[in-house]
């Protein structure tokens, strides 16, 4: 069965600084992982995927993730923090490949100050 | 090209009442999925359509149904609303159901009192 555990329901960081989402895994088969983002009174964007082909991942407005199986982990980055970057985000797995099919983590709220 | 539409953006019904919810995907996607989500439990599964047929059912009770038509729109309905049925509900849409990008909807923030 396949999970996903999201370390920090919060997290704030100085604008400027780096962003580190925390996000492990738990699956029986090659996982598909993604991160998603959520602003207020929105529904869900897509940051990035991974879908075993390259381990470090580039995503959209400058996220990163790297995939690393010994730690069963797909931890979020991002060098430098911007205001526009405050919003809840979501790692996720595939349940059998499906992408309709999502198993989400509770969700860790960043705010960035300024 | 017009994104995931959901309507309606907010509804309040009272307990025992009966709720239908409605989807429109991207135009050209024929894959519909539809999440529940919750300050408690946060993002779950409800179900997943691929031209009209049932892919995917979460772990709901049988209260929760949905359909997907010809053209690719989606209902979901829940009957004999409970308080704990009070959430956003998600709709996301995608070319298929493998490998492809989700988009997703601004949701309709049900409320039961």
């Known amino acids: 069965a396949q999970s996903v555990t999201q370390l920090g329901s919060h997290v704030s960081v100085s604008e400027g600084a780096l962003v580190l989402l925390r996000c492990n895994y738990s699956?029986?088969?090659?996982?598909?992982l993604f991160w998603y983002v959520q602003y207020p009174n929105q529904g869900l964007q897509l940051l990035l995927k991974?879908?075993?082909?390259?381990?470090l991942v580039k995503g959209i407005n400058g996220f990163e993730a790297e995939f690393k199986k010994s730690e069963t982990s797909f931890h979020l980055t991002k060098p430098s923090a911007h205001m526009s970057d405050a919003a809840e985000y979501f790692c996720?797995?595939?349940?059998?490949?499906?992408?309709?099919?999502?198993?989400f983590g509770k969700g860790t709220k960043l705010s960035v100050k300024p | 090209k017009a994104g995931v539409t959901q309507t309606p953006r907010y509804l309040i019904k009272t307990r025992g009442q009966q709720v239908t919810l409605s989807c429109s995907p991207i135009?050209?996607?024929?894959?519909v999925s539809w999440y529940q989500q919750t300050p408690g439990q946060g993002l779950q599964f409800l179900f997943e359509?691929?031209?009209?047929?049932?892919?995917n059912k979460g772990n709901f009770p049988g209260r929760f149904s949905g359909r997907q038509f010809s053209n690719s729109r989606s209902e979901m309905n829940v009957s004999t609303l409970e308080l704990g049925d009070s959430a956003l509900y998600l709709c996301?849409?995608?070319?298929?159901?493998?490998?492809?990008?989700?988009?997703f909807g601004s949701g309709t923030q049900l409320s039961v009192l």
């Open positions: 996301a849409s995608s070319l298929s159901t493998y490998n492809e990008k989700l988009f």
């Open positions: 699956s029986s088969v090659p996982p598909y």
């Open positions: 991974y879908t075993s082909a390259a381990t």
């Open positions: 996720a797995v595939t349940r059998g490949g499906s992408q309709g099919n999502l198993i």
């Open positions: 135009s050209g996607h024929r894959s």
């Open positions: 359509y691929f031209s009209e047929t049932q892919r």
